[in-house]
């Protein structure tokens, strides 16, 4: 029989977080049972659950940043054992028979991966995320979390942490390269982590000046404000990859403008709106415009073996569920430093 388990549940677009349960399926062959921890709170959760992006599945339970603990396994499971710190993402199925899928690259299905919350699995099943105490999930789509991230830190790696690592390594950047990281949010703060500790000379690139001891703390050598107009000019021809993880709009040819010769911009955040550009930036100097969407379930392994290697974790604000309302709207207003997780054994009351 199923299995129920405490949760928040938005009823509707826009609606506060309510206290609730919902049913957990039987532990499948290859199934393990997760007693969740944390739940990283994403931005992308909060476009869900009041509709940004859409039309959306209700009622829904947001949450693809998973930490906790394997409390059951199928018979069949060999990659899992009980007692496994383990983490879950943004998706929890995919085809696996695509040309994406056997190049392990999920994310990509042809058919259309199974998103961990807000979608359906290929039964047509309503899926639920993390603000949970628990979720059953196959175990190819499971992460082993390395001893060396605490669970709260390591939660927040399984969407900002993969998402800002794919782009920095599948364009290169390491020693001897220059990378400008857009922002200095969840995403933001991983991508300067991940950038330093590949070797890449980094800097940050935020509206104000007001994080840049944090942004010189975590990693980069240089921090300046796009307020400014001299910005720009001050840095022409410099970097080798901008990552923007910002939402807003951009002048796109700003930023270009700042690429060396076959340099990249790579867009890892969603900006609500078209954007535009001059294709004379471009062809200017063989620049590159591309976007990257986290990453696949042996990438995200990787990087969390990178992270754990390198003493990397999210900086997080544990909250309780009685606090997720009041966090949606901190993280609206850029008012966290820098993910907040919750606590779900709060959930229950």
Same mark, same amino acid.
């Given at each position: 029989?199923?299995?129920?388990?405490?949760?928040?549940?938005?009823?509707?677009?826009?609606?506060?977080?309510?206290?609730?349960?919902?049913?957990?399926?039987?532990?499948? #062959?290859?199934?393990?049972?997760? @007693?969740?921890?944390?739940?990283?709170?994403?931005?992308?959760?909060?476009?869900?659950?009041? #509709?940004?992006?859409?039309?959306?599945?209700?009622?829904?339970?947001?949450?693809?940043?998973?930490?906790?603990?394997?409390? #059951?396994?199928?018979?069949?499971?060999?990659?899992?054992?009980?007692?496994?710190?383990?983490?879950?993402?943004?998706?929890?199925?995919?085809?696996?028979?695509?040309?994406?899928?056997?190049?392990? #690259?999920?994310?990509?299905?042809? &058919?259309?991966?199974?998103?961990?919350?807000?979608?359906?699995?290929?039964?047509?099943?309503?899926?639920?995320?993390?603000?949970?105490?628990?979720?059953?999930?196959?175990?190819?789509?499971?992460? *082993?979390?390395?001893?060396?991230?605490?669970?709260?830190?390591?939660?927040?790696?399984?969407?900002?942490?993969?998402?800002?690592?794919?782009?920095?390594?599948?364009?290169?950047?390491?020693?001897?390269? &220059?990378?400008?990281?857009?922002?200095?949010?969840?995403?933001?703060?991983?991508?300067?982590?991940?950038?330093?500790?590949?070797?890449?000379?980094?800097?940050?690139?935020?509206?104000?000046?007001?994080?840049?001891?944090?942004?010189?703390?975590?990693?980069?050598?240089?921090?300046?404000?796009? *307020?400014?107009?001299?910005?720009?000019?001050?840095?022409?021809?410099?970097?080798?990859?901008?990552?923007?993880?910002?939402?807003?709009?951009?002048?796109? @040819?700003?930023?270009?403008?700042?690429?060396?010769?076959?340099?990249?911009?790579?867009?890892?955040?969603?900006?609500?709106?078209?954007?535009?550009? *001059?294709?004379?930036?471009?062809?200017?100097?063989?620049?590159?415009?591309?976007?990257?969407?986290?990453?696949?379930?042996?990438?995200?392994?990787?990087?969390?073996?990178?992270?754990?290697?390198?003493?990397?974790?999210?900086?997080?604000?544990?909250?309780?569920?009685?606090?997720?309302?009041?966090?949606?709207?901190?993280?609206?207003? *850029?008012?966290?430093?820098?993910?907040?997780?919750?606590?779900?054994?709060?959930?229950?009351?």
């Amino acid at each position: 029989m199923p299995t129920s388990v405490p949760a928040l549940v938005a009823a509707s677009a826009g609606a506060r977080f309510e206290r609730t349960t919902i049913d957990r399926r039987d532990v499948g #062959e290859h199934d393990v049972r997760i @007693d969740i921890a944390f739940a990283g709170i994403c931005h992308s959760d909060i476009h869900q659950a009041r #509709e940004e992006w859409g039309a959306a599945i209700f009622p829904m339970v947001p949450g693809h940043e998973i930490a906790g603990t394997v409390v #059951e396994v199928g018979a069949g499971v060999t990659r899992h054992r009980v007692g496994d710190r383990v983490g879950i993402g943004c998706f929890v199925d995919s085809c696996r028979t695509c040309e994406n899928c056997e190049a392990g #690259e999920e994310q990509f299905c042809l &058919k259309g991966n199974v998103a961990t919350y807000n979608g359906r699995d290929y039964s047509g099943d309503e899926t639920y995320g993390g603000y949970s105490t628990g979720i059953v999930a196959d175990e190819n789509y499971v992460l *082993s979390i390395p001893d060396g991230i605490p669970l709260d830190a390591a939660a927040p790696l399984l969407c900002a942490g993969i998402t800002t690592y794919s782009p920095l390594k599948h364009w290169g950047a390491g020693p001897g390269t &220059k990378v400008a990281v857009v922002g200095m949010g969840g995403l933001g703060h991983m991508g300067v982590k991940i950038a330093a500790a590949l070797g890449a000379e980094v800097t940050v690139l935020s509206q104000t000046l007001s994080k840049r001891d944090d942004g010189l703390r975590l990693g980069a050598t240089d921090y300046f404000a796009t *307020s400014d107009p001299d910005t720009f000019p001050a840095n022409a021809r410099r970097f080798d990859l901008i990552l923007s993880t910002v939402s807003a709009d951009l002048d796109i @040819d700003a930023y270009l403008s700042m690429l060396t010769r076959n340099g990249s911009m790579v867009f890892v955040g969603l900006p609500e709106n078209r954007q535009s550009l *001059s294709v004379f930036s471009l062809v200017g100097g063989r620049r590159s415009l591309a976007g990257s969407n986290i990453g696949g379930i042996r990438e995200t392994q990787e990087m969390l073996d990178f992270c754990a290697a390198h003493g990397l974790g999210a900086d997080v604000e544990v909250v309780t569920a009685d606090g997720v309302n009041e966090a949606y709207e901190r993280v609206v207003a *850029s008012d966290v430093r820098y993910r907040f997780v919750i606590d779900t054994s709060t959930i229950a009351g």
